[in-house]
């Protein structure tokens, strides 16, 4: 019985990397992402940072957010960030910080994180997302990650910058 939920993954990842993705864009910090197909907005927030979408059978979530930072750098910002993902559980095995960009990585129960942040506007505001799937899908959820990786990108066109 495994083995129908696992083909069922691969025809998704399959797919996913052969479809469209689509593309939000966040005119309050200035920063677009594609979203994986098969993945739904709930609607952006209400103060206009972001949205989460989710994959059809709520085996993944990914979070795309933006803010300002009110630590002394970005890297203190993503420090932060760090830290609250451990106090929540996260088990970090992996993390890099740059002035420009971050990314840091763990497990949790059995799931995955994968964050992103890059710095806006000359380090006073960042944008991220954060990936959530299962551990079992690591391999077929890399092409995603690596595709999300490359494509938070800031268009130079947010507020309060």
Not at 2 to 27: C, G, H, M, Q
């Given at each position: 019985m495994k083995l129908i939920p696992a083909l069922f993954f691969?025809?998704?990842?399959?797919?996913?990397?052969a479809a469209d993705w689509s593309r939000y864009e966040n005119s309050r910090f200035g920063y677009v992402i594609d979203v994986p197909p098969a993945f739904a907005g709930e609607g952006e927030a209400a103060n206009g940072d972001g949205e989460v979408f989710r994959a059809a059978d709520g085996s993944r979530l990914l979070r795309v957010y933006g803010g300002n930072i009110i630590e002394e750098s970005f890297e203190s910002a993503v420090n932060t960030a760090m830290g609250y993902a451990t106090e929540a559980g996260w088990s970090l095995s992996?993390?890099?910080?740059?002035?420009?960009?971050?990314?840091?990585?763990?497990?949790?129960?059995?799931?995955i994180l994968y964050a992103r942040a890059i710095a806006l506007c000359a380090g006073q505001q960042f944008a991220a997302f954060e990936l959530e799937y299962p551990e079992r899908d690591v391999s077929a959820m890399d092409p995603i990650v690596e595709r999300l990786v490359g494509a938070l990108k800031a268009?130079?066109?947010?507020?309060?910058?």
């Amino acid at each position: 019985m495994k083995l129908i939920p696992a083909l069922f993954f691969v025809v998704f990842v399959t797919s996913a990397s052969a479809a469209d993705w689509s593309r939000y864009e966040n005119s309050r910090f200035g920063y677009v992402i594609d979203v994986p197909p098969a993945f739904a907005g709930e609607g952006e927030a209400a103060n206009g940072d972001g949205e989460v979408f989710r994959a059809a059978d709520g085996s993944r979530l990914l979070r795309v957010y933006g803010g300002n930072i009110i630590e002394e750098s970005f890297e203190s910002a993503v420090n932060t960030a760090m830290g609250y993902a451990t106090e929540a559980g996260w088990s970090l095995s992996y993390e890099r910080v740059t002035p420009s960009w971050a990314s840091y990585s763990g497990t949790r129960n059995g799931q995955i994180l994968y964050a992103r942040a890059i710095a806006l506007c000359a380090g006073q505001q960042f944008a991220a997302f954060e990936l959530e799937y299962p551990e079992r899908d690591v391999s077929a959820m890399d092409p995603i990650v690596e595709r999300l990786v490359g494509a938070l990108k800031a268009t130079g066109g947010g507020t309060g910058c």
